[in-house]
């Protein structure tokens, strides 16, 4: 059976109109879901016993299990269990501008990245559109605030996932669910060309960034092994379309790694890739895991790479750090568990 958190609103229209009903009632049940927050059908007060009964045939009503919660001053992290027994995790962040919540969207994941926690462990599934929505209830019902930011960046690709992270964002975004503003929105991607061409063409106004941490094709060969199927030379052209098609400006996200991608010839050539590109790089120092081999760039490599992009007119920011002390890079949790386990 469905959960009634993976249903978009234009499909629960559809329901009630397929049923003999008014679409009306889909602005009845969002609202009992995402403002009122009920947690069954019987609560929903104002629906008619049969409507309720219907409801209560069709759809079910899930929750997603916080297992662990760590808290430092800025940032909480969740360590969820699925129904399935699998862990996924989300690291929440207030900012002076709101609170911002970064969720997973697969189980594992299957992109290899080198530097990358969460890839350790291959793909076991993608999540299910309810899992990610219920990551951000469960947020906001532990700390009694409203998210105001959602980041697609957690263990997984969303565009891995494609589907179930469009309804997603339908959802959240709906002015009767959650009713996060779009451009309080955020998809990450390592560049998987069909799937960024499609979502130019939705109707959102969804910030996308892209994982680019290197300036070429060589080196981006070398810690990222999608780059092999969809490398820069043709990634940077389709980033090109997606910004003249939506008029958005891209984010590009670099990790810096020292010894691999820091050199004053990598910032160059990175100014000259990004070039008349309505973009902005956010650097990011490296989060060291137990488990790998790559070091993080020291703080003067770190700004003197930031002095470049600048000179060159790059608009370029460093990433401020939350959670070091807490594991927060994404899947460093969850390998802690389930080794611990
Ligand atoms: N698969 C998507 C989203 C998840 S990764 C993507 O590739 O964009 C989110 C971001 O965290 C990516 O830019 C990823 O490269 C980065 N990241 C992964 N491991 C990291 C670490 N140990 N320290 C800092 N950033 C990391």
Same mark, same amino acid.
């Given at each position: 059976?469905?959960?009634?958190?993976?249903?978009?609103?234009?499909?629960?229209?559809?329901?009630?109109?397929?049923?003999?009903?008014?679409?009306?009632?889909?602005? $009845? @049940?969002?609202?009992?879901?995402?403002? *009122?927050?009920?947690? #069954?059908? %019987?609560?929903?007060?104002?629906?008619?016993? &049969? !409507?309720?009964?219907?409801?209560?045939?069709?759809?079910?009503?899930?929750?997603?299990?916080?297992?662990?919660?760590?808290?430092?001053?800025?940032?909480?992290?969740?360590?969820?269990?699925?129904?399935?027994?699998?862990?996924?995790?989300?690291?929440?962040?207030?900012?002076?501008?709101?609170?911002?919540?970064?969720?997973?969207? $697969? @189980?594992?994941?299957?992109?290899?990245? *080198?530097?990358?926690? #969460?890839? %350790?462990?291959?793909?076991?599934?993608?999540? &299910? !559109?309810?899992?990610?929505?219920?990551?951000?209830?469960?947020?906001?019902?532990?700390?009694?605030?409203?998210?105001?930011?959602?980041?697609?960046?957690?263990?997984?690709?969303?565009?891995?996932?494609?589907?179930?992270?469009?309804?997603?964002?339908?959802?959240?975004?709906?002015?009767?669910?959650?009713?996060?503003?779009?451009?309080?929105?955020?998809?990450?991607?390592?560049?998987?060309?069909?799937?960024?061409?499609?979502?130019?063409?939705?109707?959102?106004?969804?910030?996308?960034?892209?994982?680019?941490?290197?300036?070429?094709?060589?080196?981006?060969?070398?810690?990222?092994?999608?780059?092999?199927?969809?490398?820069?030379?043709?990634?940077?052209?389709?980033?090109?379309?997606?910004?003249?098609?939506?008029?958005?400006?891209?984010?590009?996200?670099?990790?810096?790694?020292?010894?691999?991608?820091?050199?004053?010839?990598?910032?160059?050539?990175?100014?000259?890739?990004?070039?008349?590109?309505?973009?902005?790089?956010?650097?990011?120092?490296?989060?060291?895991?137990?488990?790998?081999?790559?070091?993080?760039?020291?703080?003067?490599?770190?700004?003197?790479?930031?002095?470049?992009?600048?000179?060159?007119?790059?608009?370029?920011?460093?990433?401020?750090?939350?959670?070091?002390?807490?594991?927060?890079?994404?899947?460093?949790?969850?390998?802690?568990?389930?080794?611990?386990?």
């Amino acid at each position: 059976m469905k959960s009634i958190y993976s249903e978009t609103f234009s499909n629960l229209e559809q329901y009630f109109i397929d049923h003999g009903d008014k679409k009306f009632r889909a602005v $009845q @049940v969002f609202q009992w879901l995402y403002q *009122k927050r009920v947690s #069954s059908f %019987r609560e929903m007060s104002n629906l008619k016993k &049969e !409507v309720i009964e219907l409801l209560e045939q069709d759809y079910m009503f899930t929750k997603l299990e916080i297992l662990e919660v760590q808290r430092d001053r800025d940032v909480n992290k969740y360590l969820f269990r699925l129904p399935d027994k699998e862990h996924i995790e989300a690291v929440l962040m207030f900012h002076d501008y709101g609170n911002s919540v970064c969720i997973s969207t $697969q @189980v594992g994941c299957n992109m290899g990245c *080198k530097f990358c926690e #969460s890839g %350790r462990r291959k793909k076991v599934r993608s999540l &299910e !559109v309810y899992e990610m929505v219920q990551q951000v209830l469960a947020i906001e019902e532990d700390i009694d605030k409203r998210i105001s930011h959602v980041v697609l960046m957690g263990i997984g690709e969303p565009f891995d996932n494609y589907d179930n992270v469009v309804d997603f964002i339908s959802i959240i975004n709906h002015p009767h669910g959650i009713a996060l503003g779009s451009r309080h929105i955020t998809v990450s991607t390592c560049g998987i060309i069909p799937k960024i061409k499609e979502f130019s063409e939705l109707p959102y106004q969804v910030n996308l960034a892209i994982s680019l941490h290197a300036p070429n094709d060589l080196l981006r060969n070398q810690i990222m092994p999608i780059n092999r199927a969809y490398p820069l030379t043709e990634l940077m052209p389709v980033i090109r379309d997606y910004i003249r098609k939506t008029n958005r400006r891209v984010t590009f996200e670099y990790i810096l790694l020292k010894d691999v991608n820091d050199s004053v010839a990598c910032a160059k050539e990175l100014a000259t890739l990004l070039r008349g590109m309505n973009c902005y790089v956010n650097l990011i120092p490296y989060n060291e895991t137990n488990h790998i081999e790559f070091k993080r760039s020291s703080q003067e490599t770190i700004l003197k790479f930031y002095d470049i992009l600048k000179k060159e007119k790059i608009s370029v920011t460093i990433r401020r750090e939350f959670g070091r002390k807490i594991s927060a890079a994404c899947g460093q949790l969850r390998s802690e568990k389930e080794e611990s386990i």
